[in-house]
């Protein structure tokens, strides 16, 4: 069966793009029914709408709370009928309002091996930890989101990324995105082949 999948995101969207591209290429059965940003000017809204798939703003209206927005998009994602939500840089907390409606249905993808450098900047983070000499290496993780708890949860797959001694930022950034896009696609394809 193939499955129905919504991708949140805030940005660049490359992890999107690997997603669209493995559904278009076959090796992913699965189809993207609906990108959603956060953010206006997320490049992988463009990316969905070349794709041809649905790309929505779901804009915060005035006065609205955080909970009120998250079940807001909670019902909306309702309607489009998804076996999994895809947080692909998605740089929003979601509360259990929005969670309660999907669970063990959103899963995350998180620049930083488990319980390390939750949150925003976690590669830069990690990098400036390797120049203190506190780690040798850093990581990637998917893993599903139960709860509040950022960038945390059971974690359905990890990858050790060597930190090498003439990287710089940028080459360990390329390095793990890179990564991130292949361990991605393995991790969806294992999971959906238990809907
Ligand atoms: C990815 O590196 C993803 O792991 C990270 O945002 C980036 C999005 O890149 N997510 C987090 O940091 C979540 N805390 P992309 O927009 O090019 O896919």
């Not at 463009?46 to 909670?74: C, P, Q, W």
């Not at 949860?153 to 995105?177: C, K, N």
């Amino acid at each position: 069966m193939t499955a129905r999948l919504v991708v949140l995101i805030s940005g660049n969207g490359s992890n999107l793009q690997a997603i669209l591209d493995a559904c278009a290429s076959g090796e992913l059965d699965a189809k993207v029914i609906s990108v959603i940003s956060n953010k206006a000017d997320a490049y992988g809204l463009v990316r969905a709408k070349n794709a041809g798939v649905e790309s929505i703003h779901f804009t915060k209206l005035e006065n609205e709370s955080r909970t009120d927005y998250d079940t807001r998009l909670a019902n909306y994602i309702t309607t489009k009928l998804p076996d999994y939500i895809i947080l692909a840089g998605w740089m929003r907390i979601l509360s259990s309002n929005f969670l309660s409606s999907f669970p063990n249905r959103v899963v995350n993808l998180h620049p930083a091996l488990p319980n390390t450098f939750p949150g925003t900047h976690a590669i830069e983070r990690a990098y400036e930890a390797y120049k203190r000499g506190e780690i040798k290496h850093t990581g990637i993780m998917v893993h599903l989101v139960p709860d509040e708890g950022v960038d945390n949860g059971p974690v359905l797959a990890s990858e050790i990324i060597p930190i090498l001694t003439d990287d710089t930022l940028d080459s360990l950034e390329t390095r793990i995105h890179q990564t991130e896009h292949k361990l991605l696609i393995t991790t969806l394809k294992e999971l959906i082949t238990k809907i």
